[in-house]
């Protein structure tokens, strides 16, 4: 069973940016598409962005513009760079990975955007 180990949350100014990282434990990771979803306190998960193994990303209207997302084979982790962050993206933002059927989730890194 693959482990997904993310990273790079925190607490940010409004108009501020991090970058969050997801390192997935497994070798075929190339073969594996990427998402990010965010939980705010409250709601329903959400996708937030994606991106699969041909590098086609796929945003949230919320975030288009905004945040960027990547991948690094080589180093079997996924990025998700945040830039203009606003209070309404205060969340716990998660890695998901899927392969084929398999599909597995990271922990969850939270982010708090202040006003």
């Known amino acids: 069973q693959v482990q997904l180990v993310e990273s790079g949350g925190g607490l940010v100014q409004t108009g501020g940016s991090l970058r969050l990282s997801c390192r997935a434990s497994?070798?075929?990771?190339?073969?594996?598409?990427m998402s990010w979803y965010r939980q705010a306190p409250g709601k329903e998960r959400e996708l937030v962005a994606r991106?699969?193994?041909?590098?086609?990303?796929n945003y949230a209207d919320a975030v288009k513009g905004r945040f960027t997302i990547s991948r690094d084979n080589a180093k079997n982790t996924a990025y998700l760079q945040m830039n203009s962050l606003k209070p309404e993206d205060t969340a716990v933002y998660y890695c998901?990975?899927?392969?084929?059927?398999?599909?597995?989730w990271g922990q969850g890194t939270q982010v708090t955007v202040s006003s």
């Open positions: 998901h990975l899927r392969y084929f059927t398999e599909e597995t």
């Open positions: 991106i699969a193994t041909t590098s086609i990303t």
């Open positions: 497994r070798s075929a990771f190339s073969a594996s598409a």
